[in-house]
């Protein structure tokens, strides 16, 4: 996979692209601001983009502003931002053009290399991967949080997972529970929620998505 | 001696003394003005005993504010007297309140005040001013008059014309000429006369129409009460700024590192996983290095043991060699101490990075419930406080919000000596 990275911090920048090229991906540039990255990824069409959100020359949301504008560009262009802190307002941004393609991870997320580069690789093939913080705060921060309120724990929890783009499958293995449970608690969430059931999983977010207002 | 009378020869050709004479002349119609005001405004003051006429009140009072705005633009233009602006009564909330606010508004009874006393002295600078500029300007043009009443009498046949004075006519050219010369001498003294009135107004003006004592100290603590929270701010976003550039970052890499020594291990690449975690932990004494750094600058731990022992390790830690000198009597302010400590640190930084000093000296005295903060370098001077972006400015800023003062002695060439001077009127 050929990927543009854009990150301001050298030292993440220069880590990031070893620990790409280690798991077998193209590096094509490494760039350290938003208007090097919408000149990069023009350059050179890359099959994804991980950016940073703050860099210079204003420090607040470079990033996001120069991935949306790329994924205006280009729409379904996979981009996964790279972000020390979880914004709400930053994710629903990037998810109101559709989440089909896009993540959203914590900087810690990549200490476990295998996991963000399965969530990059999901992202790559036009799935979603959300940070189960970023998943937590749009819940918190949603206008429907009253309908949220109704979910058991354990619905919540299948909730968030199902938002960061897992599979039945997947999501039963990290509960440690049959994945003929976990259908009957996403059918309980569809019914409590009021939305139709979907067979496919990016829908799905979407559909929760959605419903939570992001 | 003909200097001076040179000067008084051309005095009453000075642009001065004619801006004046423009000032004398508005003063009669100005003091006209405050009259009716200063005269309506205690009218309507008496008659708002009955509440009724309450809410007019405070209009007058824009008025008079109005009229004191216009006197220091005459002050400005004519007197070149710079007058700074009171405040504003505050707007407040609801009716009752905009009317409690602007009838104590201090600057606005001021201006009343001086309108009142500017009435008499309005008509006596009127009079002086342009009364006797028009005076003498009668006398010398005497000759002039008297030709044209002398032309006009001869053609009506009327009687004599011309001045008298005890019998004494001056109806000759000759004669008339007594009067120009008279005329000559009050034109001479008319500057000097002129500027008698004016010497109470501007005493009046600076102490009436300008902010009070008490104004001016509000506005100085409204002032740096800002700087504060600015500073306070800007320092939360610095350490927000190191750390999450910094520290934060470091620790990401560091993990990065591990995790893909992990990965090596795991396919079996042994050489590469422990050249990665060489690196981690390289990485990893840089991280506690950083972290240290950054808890010096938000508070020295030497400063715990005291204001000498902070500055010791300071002037140890600094790049070229620094002598200390603390001489107090009592420790002062844990605030004041921090506030004197990162003074010293910045200035010895200023003097090794720009300065091109080779040593410096740092003294810490204290008189009269005054400390005094001595950073004197040997480099090449020539500093300023002034620019934007100036270290020493910001600098100054925050010791101003201290009520401490900075100053300055940079002469070219060096040396420079910087002065922090802060109350101390609490222990701790």
Redesign the interface.
């Known amino acids: 996979m050929r990927v543009v990275v854009a990150e301001d911090?050298a030292?993440?920048r220069?880590?990031?692209v070893?620990?790409l090229e280690?798991?077998g991906h193209e590096v094509v540039a490494a760039v350290a601001d938003g208007v090097q990255l919408l000149a990069a990824a023009a350059e050179h069409a890359p099959d994804a983009v991980v950016s940073d959100v703050?860099m210079p020359p204003s420090?607040t949301d470079e990033g996001l502003r120069a991935v949306i504008e790329l994924r205006a560009r280009r729409p379904g262009l996979p981009v996964l931002i790279f972000s020390?802190y979880v914004e709400t307002q930053y994710a629903s941004r990037l998810l109101a053009g559709g989440s089909a393609g896009v993540g959203y991870l914590l900087?810690?997320r990549?200490?476990?290399?295998?996991d963000f580069v399965d969530a990059l690789e999901r992202v790559a093939a036009g799935g979603t991967a959300l940070d189960p913080e970023v998943v937590t705060q749009l819940v918190g921060a949603s206008p429907a949080r009253g309908t949220i309120d109704g979910l058991s724990p354990r619905e919540r929890e299948v909730l968030g997972l199902m938002a960061q783009g897992r599979s039945n499958a997947a999501i039963a293995a990290q509960l440690v529970v049959t994945e003929r449970a976990v259908e009957k608690h996403v059918a309980n969430i569809f019914l409590k929620l009021d939305l139709p059931v979907s067979a496919a999983d990016h829908r799905r977010v979407l559909a929760v998505l959605r419903h939570l207002g992001a | 001696m003909s200097r001076t009378i040179r000067r008084a020869l051309r005095e009453p050709f000075s642009a001065r003394a004619w801006r004046e004479l423009v000032y004398s002349l508005l003063s009669a119609p100005f003091a006209l003005l405050g009259l009716v005001a200063v005269l309506a405004t205690c009218v309507l003051g008496v008659l708002s005993a009955g509440v009724v006429l309450l809410p007019l009140l405070p209009l007058l009072l824009a008025v008079d504010r109005g009229l004191a705005a216009a006197y220091r633009g005459l002050a400005r233009s004519l007197l070149g007297l710079e007058i700074e602006v009171p405040p504003r009564p505050p707007r407040g909330r609801g009716v009752g309140d905009w009317l409690a606010r602007n009838l104590v508004d201090v600057s606005s009874w001021r201006a009343v005040g001086y309108l009142a006393i500017r009435f008499p002295l309005g008509l006596v600078q009127f009079l002086l001013g342009f009364g006797w500029w028009l005076y003498s300007l009668l006398f010398l043009l005497y000759p002039l008059m008297w030709r044209l009443q002398v032309d006009t009498a001869t053609h009506k046949g009327g009687g004599d014309p011309g001045l008298g004075l005890a019998g004494f006519r001056f109806d000759t050219w000759a004669r008339s000429l007594i009067l120009v010369a008279f005329g000559a001498l009050v034109l001479l003294a008319w500057p000097w006369v002129q500027r008698l009135p004016l010497l109470l107004d501007r005493w009046l003006m600076v102490r009436l129409l300008g902010p009070s004592a008490a104004q001016r100290r509000l506005a100085l603590l409204e002032e740096t009460r800002e700087l504060a929270i600015t500073q306070a701010a800007a320092t939360l976003r610095r350490i927000e700024r190191d750390l999450h550039d910094g520290a934060q970052a470091r620790i990401i890499a560091l993990g990065m590192r591990l995790g893909r020594a992990e990965s090596r291990l795991l396919k079996g690449d042994a050489d590469k996983a422990v050249e990665l975690i060489a690196e981690a932990r390289a990485e990893t004494r840089e991280i506690v290095q950083e972290l240290r750094e950054l808890v010096r600058g938000i508070h020295p731990p030497a400063l715990d043991a005291g204001l000498e022992a902070a500055l010791t390790t300071l002037a140890a830690r600094a790049p070229l060699p620094t002598t200390v000198r603390v001489a107090v009597g009592e420790r002062p302010q844990a605030a004041v101490e921090t506030m004197l400590y990162f003074a010293a640190a910045e200035l010895l930084a200023n003097a090794a990075k720009h300065a091109e000093a080779r040593q410096a000296a740092i003294a810490v005295l204290e008189s009269e419930g005054r400390l005094r903060l001595l950073v004197t370098d040997d480099g090449r001077g020539g500093a300023t406080l002034a620019g934007a972006g100036s270290g020493l400015r910001g600098l100054a800023e925050r010791v101003r919000v201290a009520d401490g003062r900075l100053t300055l002695d940079s002469p070219l060439g060096g040396p420079t000596t910087v002065t922090v001077e802060l109350e101390s009127p609490e222990r701790r």
Request: proline share 0%.
């Open positions: 911090t030292i993440l220069v880590g990031l070893q620990l280690d798991e703050r420090h020390q900087k810690e990549v200490l476990d290399t295998r």
